[in-house]
């Protein structure tokens, strides 16, 4: 009998939990400058109607980041919960997130969640990463240039999303598509299948039938969608909301965020008509800044390599790259309805790592000691007080910095800052020799949390290919 009434309880348990813990979305765009938010109020152009009404209904935060000012680091960070330099992730060049890494769809799968994905993963082994390949591929260890088929697709597939914590998946940034559902909901056997359509259209479809497909059980959704990262592509839906002279990248880029914002639009309508809307926490990060290249130029659409995406990073100095507020400092929303209070401003400085000591912390209750997040909730409903986070660190290629407080130390090869980003003035103005002891103070602390790196130490000597960024954004 009391084994039986122990099993009932268990039982019980587990019901209440199921329902009460929240469904999680975390829709993550790419190469996205801050600006490109209608509720940030920096530009008069983009149309974001969804999700301004996201941010009505739950909290923008106006100093969030990323812990990186590219792709695969700052996908690593968000995914891990931990600073990519702990594990050698430091930029696209590197290594892949290594296996032994556990992800926050790992994480969430073993508390009971239902786990999907959909759009760009860029965590599997690339050929611009030779320490991975001569370690793993012996047999072109000695090639003098690897391209793209040089790694084996068998090579990629254990770090590709279902080996790596999701159940479900719909994955692929373009139109070559690895999935075990289709967009009917319908289960099918894994397989790659070409997909036709646009890109980002298949995205929200694909997360609005995993959301169909499990709407009875708690889940954990992955949307990093594809834009409005090179390739610009959009169709005549879209581009048509926006005529008038401007650069043709900047309308294709306000296309593309239209496409997205129409797709948030779908996914909260799916939330609401099945009742799930109130208990469902929405994340929405960009991965990085707008890459500018300097001077906006609107080169054609069919040039093939790094260009402008057409975003903009406005009223923060730099871009794509750089670790200066406008390649790290990204739109950040987060929603909740039942929990989060509405049309809240958060000005104090939070970053990328925690959605996963969030999310996780949310399923199953505890936040493992090894994620370098905090869970942002009792922060924004009151229940705590302060920054929730002491400082925040970052290190790319030859930059490094800390931001504690207000107060940001920046380091460029040899070149030294010190800001109050909090101000108008925020990186314009350099307040190194007002504030000489506080600049060394922070510099301390950085060179403290560099040690524990995986390559541990702060970038020294003269600047490499950031030096034009910093010469002619910095020009005091």
Same mark, same amino acid.
């Given at each position: 009998?009391?084994?039986?009434?122990?099993?009932?309880?268990?039982?019980?348990?587990?019901?209440?939990?199921?329902?009460?813990?929240?469904?999680?979305?975390?829709?993550?765009? !790419?190469?996205?400058?801050?600006?490109?938010?209608?509720?940030?109020?920096?530009?008069?152009?983009?149309? $974001?109607?969804?999700?301004? *009404?996201? *941010? $009505?209904?739950?909290? +923008?935060?106006? @100093?969030?980041?990323?812990?990186?000012?590219? %792709?695969?680091?700052? &996908?690593?960070?968000?995914?891990?919960?931990?600073?990519?330099?702990?594990?050698?992730?430091?930029?696209?060049? $590197?290594?892949?997130?290594?296996?032994?890494?556990?992800?926050?769809?790992? &994480?969430?799968?073993?508390?009971?969640?239902?786990?999907?994905?959909?759009?760009?993963?860029?965590?599997?082994?690339?050929?611009?990463?030779?320490?991975?390949?001569?370690? #793993?591929?012996?047999?072109? +260890?000695?090639?003098?240039?690897?391209? =793209?088929? !040089?790694?084996?697709?068998?090579?990629?597939?254990?770090? /590709?999303? =279902?080996?790596?914590?999701?159940?479900?998946?719909?994955?692929?940034?373009?139109?070559?598509?690895?999935?075990?559902?289709?967009?009917?909901?319908?289960?099918?056997?894994?397989?790659?299948?070409?997909?036709?359509?646009? +890109?980002?259209?298949?995205?929200?479809?694909?997360?609005?039938?995993?959301?169909?497909? #499990?709407?009875?059980?708690?889940?954990?959704?992955?949307?990093?969608?594809?834009?409005?990262?090179? =390739?610009?592509?959009?169709?005549?839906?879209?581009?048509?909301?926006?005529?008038?002279?401007?650069?043709?990248?900047?309308?294709? %880029?306000?296309?593309?965020?239209?496409?997205?914002?129409?797709?948030?639009?779908?996914?909260?309508? $799916?939330?609401?008509?099945?009742?799930?809307?109130? #208990?469902?926490?929405?994340?929405?990060?960009?991965?990085?800044?707008?890459?500018?290249?300097?001077?906006?130029?609107?080169?054609?659409?069919?040039?093939?390599?790094?260009?402008?995406?057409?975003?903009?990073?406005?009223?923060?100095?730099?871009?794509?790259?750089?670790?200066?507020?406008?390649?790290?400092?990204?739109?950040?929303?987060?929603?909740?309805?039942?929990?989060? =209070?509405?049309?809240?401003?958060?000005?104090?400085?939070?970053?990328?790592? !925690?959605?996963?000591?969030?999310?996780?912390?949310?399923?199953?209750? @505890?936040?493992?000691?090894?994620?370098?997040?905090?869970?942002?909730?009792?922060?924004?409903?009151?229940?705590?007080?302060?920054?929730?986070?002491?400082?925040?660190?970052? &290190?790319?290629?030859?930059? *490094?910095?800390?931001?504690?407080?207000?107060?940001?130390?920046?380091? *460029?090869?040899?070149?030294? /800052?010190?800001?109050?980003?909090?101000?108008?003035?925020?990186?314009?103005?350099?307040?190194?020799?007002?504030?000489?002891?506080?600049?060394?103070?922070?510099?301390?602390?950085?060179?403290?949390?560099?040690?524990?790196?995986? #390559?541990?130490?702060?970038?020294?000597?003269?600047?490499?290919?950031?030096? &034009?960024?910093?010469?002619?954004?910095?020009?005091?």
């Amino acid at each position: 009998m009391k084994t039986s009434l122990s099993i009932f309880l268990l039982f019980l348990t587990s019901m209440v939990l199921a329902q009460t813990r929240p469904n999680i979305i975390v829709i993550f765009t !790419d190469d996205q400058g801050y600006a490109d938010l209608g509720v940030q109020g920096s530009v008069n152009d983009i149309k $974001t109607p969804n999700l301004d *009404a996201l *941010a $009505t209904n739950g909290v +923008r935060m106006t @100093s969030g980041y990323v812990t990186a000012p590219q %792709c695969i680091p700052s &996908r690593a960070g968000l995914m891990t919960g931990r600073y990519q330099q702990r594990f050698g992730t430091d930029h696209n060049g $590197t290594i892949p997130v290594p296996l032994e890494e556990i992800l926050i769809s790992q &994480r969430m799968s073993d508390a009971g969640y239902v786990t999907g994905m959909t759009g760009k993963w860029h965590l599997e082994p690339n050929h611009q990463q030779p320490e991975w390949i001569r370690e #793993n591929i012996p047999a072109i +260890r000695d090639k003098n240039k690897y391209t =793209p088929r !040089d790694i084996p697709r068998d090579k990629k597939m254990p770090y /590709f999303p =279902p080996a790596r914590g999701f159940q479900e998946y719909y994955y692929g940034p373009m139109y070559n598509i690895l999935a075990n559902y289709d967009l009917h909901g319908n289960d099918i056997e894994q397989q790659w299948i070409e997909e036709s359509g646009f +890109r980002l259209d298949n995205q929200t479809n694909a997360a609005v039938t995993f959301i169909e497909r #499990n709407k009875d059980k708690p889940f954990f959704f992955y949307l990093p969608y594809f834009a409005p990262h090179v =390739p610009l592509e959009a169709t005549e839906k879209y581009l048509s909301r926006f005529p008038g002279d401007m650069p043709e990248r900047r309308r294709y %880029c306000l296309a593309m965020m239209a496409a997205i914002d129409d797709g948030v639009g779908k996914i909260t309508e $799916t939330l609401k008509a099945n009742g799930i809307y109130e #208990n469902t926490l929405i994340f929405f990060i960009s991965d990085n800044g707008a890459p500018l290249k300097i001077d906006k130029k609107d080169i054609p659409l069919t040039h093939k390599g790094g260009a402008w995406d057409g975003s903009l990073n406005d009223p923060w100095v730099g871009e794509k790259g750089m670790i200066s507020e406008g390649g790290i400092r990204v739109p950040f929303l987060m929603s909740w309805p039942a929990v989060l =209070p509405k049309g809240k401003v958060y000005d104090r400085p939070v970053i990328s790592l !925690d959605m996963a000591a969030t999310a996780v912390e949310l399923a199953s209750g @505890s936040k493992p000691k090894e994620l370098d997040g905090t869970n942002l909730i009792p922060f924004l409903t009151g229940e705590k007080e302060g920054d929730p986070h002491e400082a925040l660190y970052w &290190r790319f290629w030859d930059q *490094a910095a800390i931001r504690e407080g207000n107060f940001k130390y920046l380091s *460029a090869g040899e070149r030294e /800052f010190l800001f109050d980003v909090s101000t108008e003035e925020h990186e314009t103005k350099n307040l190194i020799d007002e504030y000489p002891k506080k600049a060394k103070s922070l510099r301390k602390k950085l060179d403290s949390w560099a040690k524990e790196l995986k #390559n541990p130490g702060i970038p020294e000597g003269p600047i490499g290919s950031e030096k &034009r960024w910093y010469d002619h954004y910095f020009q005091f």
